[in-house]
């Protein structure tokens, strides 16, 4: 159990520094509005990641209950998508922290900012297909559910704290615009843990 939870945990942490719309909704909150505002909106994407978690571990087990096929072709599906994830991330390239755009109010208060990034976060369809795609490849079936529940719940402090760390650290210019040049590299570092996790799955 305790590779599973690294290859998760390690998975997970280049999936939420890699730039993407959760990360935008911090940054720009925390530009426009203040370093409090982005752990506001810190705090209500890491609740959005339990819901993922939950219906994520809610429906795989029901695959495995009722079809082992069908869970093998969800688990293969996934394997292909986490390919075509890193695929996209070996393409990132300087800037990748401004290629997605969304609007975001300059007054907001903090309970507006947790439902903000709760909202962006539930409502990603990319989120949805990575968690399923994960658990799927990386959790084995006998593995209790409450120990699954227990790495749900990890990956949801941890997306807190990551974009605490955001909100906090991008209220320095000379960090932003750091990552304005760099940021690609982050990308690539995931594009080659996804790789390894679909490869694992795959043979």
């Given at each position: 159990?305790?590779?599973?939870?690294?290859l998760?945990?390690?998975?997970?942490?280049?999936a939420?520094?890699?730039?993407?719309?959760?990360?935008?909704?911090v940054?720009?909150?925390?530009?426009?509005?203040?370093?409090?505002i982005g752990?506001?909106?810190?705090?209500g994407?890491?609740?959005?990641?339990?819901?993922?978690?939950?219906?994520t571990?809610?429906?795989?087990?029901?695959?495995?209950?009722?079809?082992?096929v069908?869970?093998?072709?969800?688990?293969?599906?996934?394997a292909?998508?986490l390919?075509?994830?890193a695929?996209k991330s070996?393409?990132?390239?300087?800037?990748?922290?401004?290629?997605?755009?969304?609007?975001?109010?300059?007054?907001?208060s903090l309970?507006?900012?947790?439902k903000?990034?709760?909202i962006?976060?539930?409502?990603?369809?990319?989120?949805?297909?990575?968690?399923?795609?994960?658990?799927?490849?990386?959790?084995s079936p006998?593995?209790?559910?409450?120990?699954?529940f227990?790495y749900g719940?990890?990956?949801?402090l941890?997306?807190?704290?990551?974009?605490?760390?955001?909100?906090?650290?991008?209220?320095?210019?000379?960090?932003l615009n750091?990552?304005?040049?760099?940021?690609?590299?982050?990308?690539?570092?995931?594009?080659?843990?996804?790789?390894v996790?679909?490869?694992?799955?795959?043979?």
């Amino acid at each position: 159990m305790l590779d599973e939870f690294l290859l998760l945990a390690v998975a997970h942490i280049f999936a939420v520094a890699s730039p993407g719309a959760d990360f935008t909704v911090v940054l720009r909150n925390t530009l426009q509005s203040g370093k409090s505002i982005g752990i506001a909106t810190a705090v209500g994407i890491g609740l959005g990641i339990m819901i993922h978690v939950a219906y994520t571990l809610l429906g795989v087990a029901l695959l495995l209950s009722q079809s082992a096929v069908l869970f093998n072709l969800v688990k293969l599906t996934g394997a292909a998508y986490l390919l075509w994830l890193a695929y996209k991330s070996f393409q990132s390239r300087k800037s990748a922290a401004q290629s997605e755009e969304i609007t975001i109010n300059t007054e907001i208060s903090l309970a507006n900012a947790v439902k903000q990034g709760f909202i962006v976060n539930v409502l990603n369809p990319k989120v949805t297909i990575f968690f399923v795609a994960l658990f799927a490849s990386v959790v084995s079936p006998q593995t209790p559910i409450w120990i699954q529940f227990i790495y749900g719940l990890w990956l949801s402090l941890y997306t807190m704290v990551w974009f605490t760390f955001v909100a906090w650290a991008f209220s320095r210019e000379r960090l932003l615009n750091w990552y304005r040049g760099n940021g690609h590299l982050i990308d690539w570092a995931m594009g080659i843990v996804l790789c390894v996790i679909a490869v694992r799955l795959l043979f």
